[in-house]
């Protein structure tokens, strides 16, 4: 599987566009634009991950008796890969987290790195070949609806809303205005004079 012409050239682009990014594209850009070092980290997370499943079912066919694939040099240069490729993926998802706020970084990296993991994993093992229409669409829509998820969470979090808040907004407008015009109340030189969204004249006038 791993010497797919399709799988090595998705490694060639990846390891491509990684160096030059690295190289000509973060230093003059890393510092303002959250992309830069999250794609960066996810390519090569990606390959990290086809490292890690490959090494796994190396691992399963000499436990299974299989024949002992650890005597040849295919597991030790997966090893090797998987570690290296893990260092330079905290490497830049270190900087990435050094410079911007963890819920830019987190979205980001999530969507980036779900993407090309997916991509890569359909490359290699062909899982959607084997796959209906109907199956295909249905995990397209839920990773949608993930992402979707994750960008709003990560948006609204530090936004202070209540239940009450959002019954309030359910609430008619009419009812609402009347309610502001219940509470709202601002003194100025010692008088005081009722302020409120829509004032009750411009209803009736209306």
Known sequence: MLQDPVFILYVICIIGSTVFVAF??????GHTNVAVYIFM????????V????ALGLAIRQTLNNGGNVFLTWMPW???LVTVTFIAIQMNYLNKALDIFNTSIVTPVY??????LVIAASAILFKEFTHMRFDDILGDVCGFLIVITAVFLLNAFKDIDISLNDVRGLMRPKMQRVSQFDDEVLVTNNSKERRLSYGSGDMFRKA
């Open 77 to 79: 240069f997966l090893i």
């Open 24 to 29: 000509f594209v973060a230093p003059r850009h």
């Open 41 to 48: 980290c996810s390519g090569i997370g990606s390959l990290t």
């Open 50 to 53: 086809m490292s890690c499943k």
């Open 110 to 115: 999530y969507v980036m790195f779900t993407t």
